[in-house]
């Protein structure tokens, strides 16, 4: 590519949309990628919201138009699969939202379908990615643990310790699945996205290079 193209390439990472189908479709609006650009998505397209359903059919949308798509897994997508895959009785995904995604993919007759693609794409979902300088995942890391061997657990389910870390990982952090009240979390090691958006609050973009953010 030539080094002028080589530049403009940006890579979007979006916070936490738990099924706010018009604020994506806001954001997306606004944001106006292009197929050289990176969309990355840090977990949590499902429950509480209105059209979890809506959301993953979006991104699926954006996947088949040719869109360079990163979705990261959120531990409401574990909860879910786990569910699914009777690993688990659902109680707990149930009371944490999981109502609102089984209405979005209620079918006329009342029945429940996942669509065979939305269970591909759920059971592909990245438990993280990186670039050179920084590193995303949908909860969080262990402090003290290179980013070779992260634990599970921890990329999808943690807060503290590591919301209170200055810990250096060697890259930054870029997480969600906690909701920030005031905006985006600017830390020299960790940038939070997750800004609420089924709370009322904003679902934001964080813009790279530039390191700029963009909420709807």
Known sequence: LPLRARFSMKTYAIGDIHGMIHKLEKLLDILQ?????????????????????????????????????????????????????????????????????????????????????????????????????????????LPNRNLENPDRNACLWIREPFLSSTYDWGKKIVFGHTPQRDGPLVQPNKIGIDTGAVFGGQLTCLCLPDETFVSV
């Open 33 to 141: 990628p292009t197929h050289d650009d990176t969309l990355l998505f840090i977990g949590d397209y499902i429950d509480r919201g209105p059209d979890p359903k809506a959301v993953i059919d979006l991104l699926l949308r954006l996947i088949a138009d040719g869109y360079r798509v990163l979705p990261l897994k959120g531990n409401h997508e574990e909860m879910l699969l786990d569910y699914l895959a009777g690993r688990e009785d659902g109680v707990m995904w149930l009371y944490n939202g999981g109502r609102a995604t089984l209405r979005s993919y209620a079918t006329d007759q009342g029945r429940v379908v996942f669509p065979r693609e939305h269970l591909d794409f759920l059971g592909d979902l990245l438990l993280f990615h990186e670039t050179e300088s920084h590193f995303f995942v949908h909860a969080g890391l």
